[in-house]
């Protein structure tokens, strides 16, 4: 069985599965569609896999997608990221609010970040490997990404040097003059 915790933007949940270890190492479910819908109370369809590889100090995001927004269950299979979830929903009591937790090859947690959130995360290890599955096919044309060091925002982001960033995350608008959702 898996354990879930509602982050401190409670759509935002925390997932921890159950590890079996020996002397060979350890084995775990990385997803089961009836064990999540039932620990998460929610049936998901993922239809894309994603894997990120980036060298320390590199951050990505924030990204989301404005039409048929993408759900997406994050895990880190080599390195450590510090991986945020910033709630862009109107309609929300926490809109522009954020959270963030350590993910890790080592701890082997997961994020499920529900759609009307914007992601991104930042590299503490040397590198990482970050693999993620999303609810919804990327469109390039609805991609739209949101500054990661928006005042507004206020992300304490544990950053030990400057961060490599892409050229699309560096012109990213700030929440005020960004597109979000209803």
């Not at 921890?16 to 190492?25: A, N, Q, V």
């Not at 529900?114 to 609805?142: M, N």
Request: charged fraction near 20%; glycine fraction near 4%; hydrophobic fraction near 45%.
């Amino acid at each position: 069985m898996i354990k879930v915790t509602p982050s401190a933007l409670p759509e935002v949940l925390l997932i921890e599965p159950r590890l079996f270890h020996d002397e060979r190492g350890f084995f775990f479910e990385s997803w089961n569609a009836q064990v999540f819908a039932q620990a998460c109370a929610m049936p998901l369809n993922f239809v894309q896999d994603n894997h990120s590889h980036s060298v320390q100090h590199v951050l990505r995001g924030l990204h989301y997608q404005v039409v048929k927004p993408q759900g997406k269950l994050v895990r880190v299979v080599s390195g450590r990221i510090f991986d945020v979830a910033v709630d862009l929903r109107r309609s929300s009591a926490r809109f522009g609010q954020w959270c963030g937790v350590e993910l890790s090859a080592d701890n082997a947690q997961q994020l499920w970040i529900p759609p009307g959130f914007a992601h991104g995360f930042l590299v503490l290890s040397t590198h990482a490997d970050v693999l993620y599955k999303t609810t919804e096919y990327w469109i390039p044309e609805h991609d739209r990404c949101l500054a990661w060091n928006d005042p507004q925002l206020n992300i304490a982001w544990p950053l030990s040097a400057a961060p490599l960033l892409s050229s699309k995350d560096a012109k990213a608008p700030l929440l005020a003059q960004a597109e979000t959702f209803a």
